[in-house]
C-alpha cells in the first residue's frame, strides 16, 4: 500500500473510533491512561532499548547536542511521563458538561454540550515525550489522535504506540483512538494535512519553520504557536523591588522558553533610578544587554542594540532594553515587535494597569507579575497541549477544554417553525 | 498599484482600524450602526441607482432569474436591512466581558476577558443585503471587516461602502475598520488569502465551490458550512402525531434552506402505521418521495431511491424516506450521510432521547422539534453570521459572541515563578 493509501486508512479508522470514544465514560478513559503508566513502568528497558537505536542514528546523522538530548529517553524521564500520566488522570472530564441552558419564548430548552473535537492529528519534533504528553491530553477530552514525531524519534515512537495501543486494548476502547504514524517520509505529513474530512485539527509543535510548513500546506485548522517575544514594560509608577523581581524572573529564571522575557521597556521618568542596578544585577547573572541609544548613555556597558534586536526571540541570556517616553510608545513597541504572546506591566497606577489589559493584543497579559506564568499549569488549566498566539478557537495556554467544542443541544415539545 | 499591494494596504489598514476597535465603547459603536442606518434611509434612490447597473449587467450576462432576484435591492428590501441594523443595535455587546475569574495558591487572579478577533474578512456571493448585515455584525463585536461580494454586486457594494465610510467618519471611528474591496477580479481573493499576518478569519458565504475554493487555497482560519443533509428520526416511541408536524415543517416550511429536512428516517416497527397519511400529506403538498425498498412497499407511489439519494442536499420539494430497523441503524446512516449540520430525533423514550443527543455528531441536535431552529435567531443568539459545520472556534450557528475571542489577565501583586 502506498503512503497516500496507508494514511487515509489511518485517518478512516482514527474517525471511526472517534466515534465511541466521544461517548466513553470518564472511568474507561483513565482505565486507558493507567494502563499507559503501566505499560511504560513495565517495559522501561524495552523503550530504552529502542530509543537507543534513535539515539545512535541521530548521532551518526550529526544532530546538534540538544536535539539528541531531546530525543534521549532514560528512567528518569520515563518516570516523568508517567507522572504526567497521573496528572492528566486526576484532571476533570470536560465532555458532556453543559456549558449553559436556557429557554426560548416558545418553550425550547437550548443548551451547549460540551464534545471531543473529535481526530487531532499532532505534528511535532523528535521528542518521544511528547508522544505520551500528546496522547493522553487528547484521549482524556474524548479525541483520537494521529501522532506524527520527527522521524528521528522513530523506533522510539514506535515502541510507545505498542504500549498504548495495548492500554485501550485492555480497556475496551478502539485501538486505533491513539496512532503512531509508521512513515518517516514527509509526505506523509502532506498526506495528513489534506484530509479535512477525517481530521478536525492539527497541532504543529516545534520550530517556526515546521509551523510554517503546516499552515501553509494544511486544509484543515492549524491551532499554533510561531513565537514568544515578550516585553515588560516598567511603567513611571511602578515599585521599582516589585520591577525588579519580575524582569530578573522574567528573563532568567529559564530563559529558553517562548515566556521568557525579551525586550524591556521603561519609562524615562525611572530609567535612571532603575536601570543601573537592574541592569548590574543582569550583567552578573550573565546576560547580555543590548540597549537604545538613552540606555546606553545610562549604563555604558550595554551594547548598542540594532533594528535586528526589537522583533528577536533569543531564548539566551540576552536582553535588548528601550527607554521609553511614555505608555503609549510602548504600547505602539509591543504592537509592532510582539508576537501576540505574553505582555506584562509593572505599575502601581490603576487607571495604567487597566488600560494596558485592555489594550494589548496577546494571549496572556499580566500586571506585575512575571510573564514566565503563561503556562497551562501556571494558570491553573492543568496540563497543557501548548500555547496558540493565533485568535480562532484558542488564544493562550491550551489545556483539556481546548482540545473541544460545544454542540447546541434542544429539548422540544413538538415545536414547530413558523 | 497592482492588485497584490492593493489588497495587502488594505488588509494592513484594516489591522490598524482594529486596534482603537476593540477598545471602542458600546454608545460608539451603535452610533456608528445607527448612522448607517440613517444613512442607508437617506440614500435609498442612490442605491437603487447603483443597484440598478449591476442588475442590468447581470441580466446581459445572463445570469439565473434566482441570482438577479437575490442581486435586486428595492425599497422594502433596503428597509429590511435598516431593521436588521436595528436588531444588532439591540444586542448585547459581547466585548470586555471576563467570562470567568479564579485565583490561584500563589495569589495571582487569573481571568479570560472577551477580545474581538481582529480583522475579518468576509467573502461571498452577489448579495448586497449581506454587505450591511456581515458589517453590523464584525463591527458590534468590535472587528474591522474587509468585505468582498460577488462581482456582480460590486456597484451595490460600493455605494453601501461609501454610506458606512461616512458613519464611521461621523462617530470618530477610524473609516478602514469597513471596507468594500473594489476589485472584482479573483485574484483579490487569493491575495486576501495569504495575508495570515493581518486577517485572523475568513468567512466564506456561499455555494460548495466557492467555499471551497477558499478552505483550499487560504493559510487563514476559515469557519466554513459546506450543506445541509439533515434528518429527522422518527422513533418506534414517537407520538405519530408530533412526528407527522415536525416532519412536516421540516421539509416543506422552507425547503430551499440548509436547515430543511432532506432524509427521513422510519422505525420499521410504526412504519406501517406512520408512512402512509405522511408521505400522502407530503405528496399533496407537492413533495416528491423517493424511497427505500420497505418504503416503497408500504407507499407504492414512492420513487425507488438510488445511492445517489442519501447524501443528496435537494433544497427542494423532495424528501428521501428510509425504514430503519432500530436507533442504531439510523445513527449509522447519518454518521455515513449526514453533514455536521442539524439532526432531530422524535421519541417519548427517555433513554433514547439522551443517547441520540450525546451520540449524533452534528451542530445542533434537537429532541421533538423541526431541524428548522438551527438558527441563531431562533435559538437565542441573536442575528447570525452563518453556521459553522466545522468544530474548530464555533459549531453551530454563530452570532456576536463567535466572532469573539478570550485573552488571559492576570493581576499580581509581584508574583514570579519559582
Redesign the interface.
Known amino acids: 500500500m502506498g503512503i497516500k493509501d496507508q494514511i487515509l486508512e489511518m485517518a478512516q479508522a482514527a474517525k471511526v473510533a472517534s466515534?465511541s470514544l466521544?461517548?466513553a465514560r470518564t472511568d474507561v478513559k483513565n482505565q486507558v491512561l493507567k494502563g499507559i503508566a503501566r505499560g511504560l513502568e513495565e517495559n522501561i528497558s524495552t523503550i530504552i532499548e529502542a530509543n537507543k537505536k534513535d539515539v545512535i542514528y541521530a548521532q551518526e546523522k550529526g544532530l546538534s547536542k540538544a536535539l539528541v538530548d531531546r530525543l534521549t529517553l532514560n528512567e528518569a524521564r520515563i518516570k516523568g511521563m508517567i507522572n504526567n500520566l497521573y496528572e492528566v488522570i486526576a484532571l476533570p472530564d470536560p465532555i458532556?458538561s453543559i456549558v449553559k441552558m436556557?429557554q426560548?419564548p416558545n418553550g425550547?430548552k437550548?443548551g451547549k454540550?460540551r464534545?471531543p473535537?473529535?481526530v487531532i492529528a499532532m505534528v511535532y519534533e523528535a521528542r518521544p515525550d511528547a508522544t505520551i504528553e500528546a496522547a493522553a491530553l487528547c484521549l482524556k477530552a474524548g479525541n483520537s489522535v494521529i501522532l506524527r514525531g520527527g522521524s528521528e524519534a522513530i523506533n522510539s515512537n514506535l515502541c510507545l504506540g505498542k504500549i498504548m495501543t495495548q492500554a485501550l486494548i485492555s480497556a475496551g476502547l478502539p485501538q486505533k483512538a491513539i496512532q503512531v504514524v509508521p512513515i518517516t517520509d514527509r509526505e506523509a505529513v502532506h498526506e495528513l494535512l489534506k484530509l479535512?474530512e477525517y481530521i478536525?485539527?492539527i497541532i504543529p509543535r516545534g520550530g517556526e519553520g515546521l509551523i510554517r510548513f503546516v499552515?501553509?500546506n494544511s486544509?484543515i485548522?492549524?491551532?499554533r504557536h510561531y513565537k514568544g517575544v515578550c516585553h515588560v514594560y516598567v511603567d513611571e509608577k511602578a515599585?521599582l523591588k516589585?520591577a525588579e523581581?519580575?524582569c530578573?524572573?522574567?528573563k532568567v529564571?529559564r530563559p529558553a522558553v517562548c515566556n521568557a522575557m525579551e525586550t524591556m521597556l521603561v519609562h524615562e521618568a525611572i530609567a535612571e533610578a532603575f536601570l543601573p542596578p537592574m541592569l548590574t544585577r543582569f550583567v552578573e547573572a550573565g546576560v547580555e544587554i543590548r540597549g537604545c541609544e538613552k540606555t546606553c548613555k545610562i549604563f555604558p556597558q550595554a551594547k548598542v542594540a540594532t533594528e535586528e534586536d526589537w522583533p528577536a526571540e533569543y531564548l539566551d541570556l540576552i536582553l535588548a532594553v528601550k527607554v521609553v517616553k511614555d505608555m503609549d510608545e510602548a504600547i505602539s513597541h509591543i504592537?509592532r515587535y510582539g508576537s501576540n504572546h505574553t505582555e506584562a506591566i509593572v505599575t502601581e497606577d490603576y487607571t495604567r494597569a487597566w488600560r494596558f489589559?485592555?489594550?494589548v493584543?496577546?494571549?496572556?497579559?499580566?500586571?506585575?507579575?512575571?510573564t514566565?506564568?503563561?503556562d497551562g499549569n501556571?494558570?491553573?488549566l492543568g496540563s497543557e497541549i501548548g500555547i496558540s498566539t493565533?485568535?480562532?478557537?484558542?488564544?493562550?495556554?491550551m489545556g483539556l477544554e481546548e482540545l473541544t467544542?460545544?454542540?447546541?443541544?434542544?429539548?422540544?415539545?413538538?415545536?414547530?417553525?413558523?
Not at 496577546?362 to 512575571?370: D, E, F, K, M, Y
Open positions: 466515534q466521544a461517548v458532556g436556557w426560548r425550547l437550548v454540550m464534545i473535537l473529535g479535512e478536525d485539527l499552515t501553509e486544509r485548522p492549524v491551532l515599585d516589585k523581581e519580575i530578573f524572573n522574567a529564571q504592537d489589559l485592555e489594550r493584543d496577546a494571549s496572556v497579559v499580566l500586571v506585575n507579575a512575571s514566565r506564568f503563561n501556571q494558570l491553573g493565533s485568535k480562532l478557537h484558542a488564544y493562550g495556554p467544542t460545544t454542540k447546541f443541544i434542544v429539548f422540544g415539545q413538538g415545536q414547530i417553525r413558523s
